[in-house]
């Protein structure tokens, strides 16, 4: 869809501004171009439409070196968001959304009808249509300016900041719902941005930037766990590093390795002694090798006391298990879905390593926010 | 008293003639204002379009402006001979700096931002002038017009020594009379009003052409 070969852009005191860029970009693609100011990032999605001229290096927009092609037909050809938004404000907000097609020379009735279509897009009333820019809010004016850039239905868009002046909440309302019409439409977009969440919230891929030139290219979750450099660590910042871990972190690390459990075999009297000396409501069952083989749990105790006499009898076989080297977030998930208050976790032989308790899960989130106490053993053991 | 009774008497016997200078006053100061807005409107734009030019040209202007009128017009004179001609360059010379200046400053006061998107949405030069730039500068174009009308209507007052006529003519007969107080106030009272008038009329159409409305007064 979009192709950068050793693009370069050189101003005339020789500085680069951009060096060497490679980078394709595929249809539907999300893209954010991130980095500190001054590395080049807006450059580079200003030679896109040619507002910046290429010094060296080719640009093809589905496969057409944009060098070849009248500047004018090509901006019309690629929607284009600011961050100032940059509504007409002598025009009305339909005149704004269509302005794209007032210079393609559209019929009236189609631009009516394009405004009405594309309004409804962002669930603004009709009523907004014959309002100026200035009577609206800024996240308003903002939608309107997303709109402006869908009229003419361009397959890619570019985007500098476009939510860097608005505030926080109605930022994370235009991000998200700017996500969800970019899927809807499936727009190839290159987004300048740096926000950093707003980067790992919208992006499929994140290209980050540094004087001219790319640092690293990877989905967001691949940059959280794999930084390239100390730059990127730097740039992503500890709080996020710490904030990306609990998705690594796997089930082995945190889990209790030591389950109340008991034997097939046993008697209900001898599990229930067992419970009341734990201090359990719930027993996992295991065989002679360790095998997981289901649970018990006091209602079911309850249930059938009088009838049964041996665990395996009235214990619960269908039971969600994981894998020690799980990751932790696919977990947490499980445990919320089936409303479960544990997860048992196995190794390949389905032999019982350990358990995730919701307790465990208690104590990660405390760890996370307050640490996880070994500083303060270390503080200790330094003082003593 | 006495004035004031030769005044209206003066006015009543010669209402025609009196109008008819008010009509060719206000003629030579519009042609005068409009042929200067000729050349000053697309100067303007040239020279907030090209910064260096915007210096010299302010400046030329501002030394024009402090010839004195009367001067300026005799020197005019020789080359042009007497007659209206004379005085319509003059006002254009005069008029040239306030519509340059106001022309400059209001497309440099157009939102950047706007002109961006603008042209980043694949609008020629041409266009973006046409639907972007002129529109929000017009109502600062029109005040520089208001401007160099209002100084027009006096320096054409003027206009009568080289025998261009208007209300100027009026007050000259005034003056060359004995006892003429009140012919000089049928000239100067008209003067003035054309003034007054044509500066609220002015403030009028600038308002109108005001680029940044709102749907609530357009619907009331």
């Not at chain 2, 109008?19 to 206000?26: D, L």
């Not at chain 2, 961006?116 to 520089?144: D, N, Y």
Request: net charge neutral.
């Amino acid at each position: 869809m979009l192709e950068f070969h050793n693009v370069t852009k050189r101003y005339n005191n020789g500085k680069f501004a951009v060096n060497n860029l490679n980078l394709k970009i595929k249809k539907g693609e999300f893209i954010c171009f991130i980095g500190p100011s001054g590395c080049g990032k807006t450059t580079t999605m200003k030679m896109v439409n040619r507002l910046i001229d290429i010094t060296d290096g080719s640009i093809l927009v589905d496969g057409k070196d944009i060098k070849d092609q009248d500047p004018v037909a090509l901006r019309r050809s690629i929607g284009y968001v600011i961050q100032q938004i940059g509504l007409m404000p002598h025009m009305t907000i339909k005149e704004n959304i269509v302005l794209v097609g007032t210079l393609l020379k559209w019929t009236k009735e189609k631009k009516e009808e394009r405004a009405r279509e594309l309004l409804k897009l962002v669930d603004l009333p009709e009523e907004y249509l014959d309002k100026y820019p200035h009577e609206l809010s800024g996240g308003q004016q903002q939608r309107i300016g997303v709109l402006r850039a869908l009229a003419a239905n361009p397959p890619l868009i570019l985007m500098d900041e476009p939510f860097g002046a608005l505030d926080p909440i109605t930022r994370d309302s235009l991000q998200e719902e700017f996500k969800k019409l970019q899927r809807e439409l499936n727009k190839t977009i290159v987004f300048v941005t740096h926000d950093m969440d707003e980067a790992i919230k919208l992006a499929d891929r994140i290209v980050i930037m540094r004087e001219g030139e790319i640092v690293q290219i990877d989905t967001p979750d691949e940059i959280l766990r794999n930084p390239a450099n100390e730059f990127v660590e730097e740039f992503l910042g500890k709080e996020r590093l710490i904030q990306g871990r609990p998705d690594v972190t796997t089930v082995g690390q945190i889990m209790n390795s030591t389950p109340v459990t008991v034997q097939t075999g046993t008697t209900l009297k001898s599990a229930i002694s067992t419970m009341r000396d734990k201090r359990v409501d719930s027993l996992l069952i295991t065989d002679s090798d360790n095998v997981l083989k289901g649970y018990l749990d006091i209602e079911a105790i309850n249930l059938n006391y009088k009838k049964a006499n041996q665990v395996e009898e009235v214990m619960e076989t269908k039971l969600y298990s994981v894998f020690q080297d799980s990751l932790l977030s696919d977990t947490v998930r499980k445990i919320l879905r089936h409303g479960a208050q544990y997860v048992p976790v196995v190794d390949d032989q389905h032999r019982l390593v350990g358990i995730v308790t919701r307790a465990t899960l208690a104590t990660l989130v405390y760890d996370t926010i307050w640490g996880d106490g070994t500083e303060l053993e270390e503080i200790i053991s330094v003082a003593e | 008293m006495e004035t004031l009774e030769q005044f209206i008497y003066y006015v009543t016997q010669n209402g025609g003639y009196i109008w008819v200078q008010f009509y060719r006053h206000f003629l030579m100061a519009a042609y005068g204002v409009l042929f200067a807005a000729i050349i000053s409107i697309p100067l303007g734009i040239l020279i907030a379009k090209y910064g260096k030019l915007s210096s010299w040209v302010l400046a030329l202007g501002s030394i024009v402006q402090t010839i004195p009128a009367l001067g300026a017009m005799a020197v005019i004179m020789i080359v042009l001979g007497l007659g209206t001609n004379t005085v319509i360059v003059t006002l254009m010379l005069y008029s040239i700096l306030p519509i340059v200046q106001n022309t400059y400053v209001g497309m440099k006061d157009v939102d950047k931002t706007v002109i961006e998107a603008g042209f980043a949405s694949g609008m020629t030069r041409f266009q973006l002038l046409r639907m972007v730039e002129l529109p929000l500068a017009i109502s600062v174009i029109m005040a520089g017009l208001r401007t160099a009308l209002v100084i027009g209507i006096g320096i054409v007052a003027i206009g009568a020594f080289v025998g261009a006529g208007g209300l100027g003519a009026v007050i000259l007969t005034g003056t060359n009379a004995s006892d003429g107080t009140a012919i000089i106030l049928a000239g100067a009272i008209p003067t003035a009003l054309m003034a007054i008038i044509a500066d609220l009329i002015m403030v009028w159409i600038e308002r109108k052409l005001q680029p940044i409305k709102s749907s609530k007064s357009r619907a009331a």
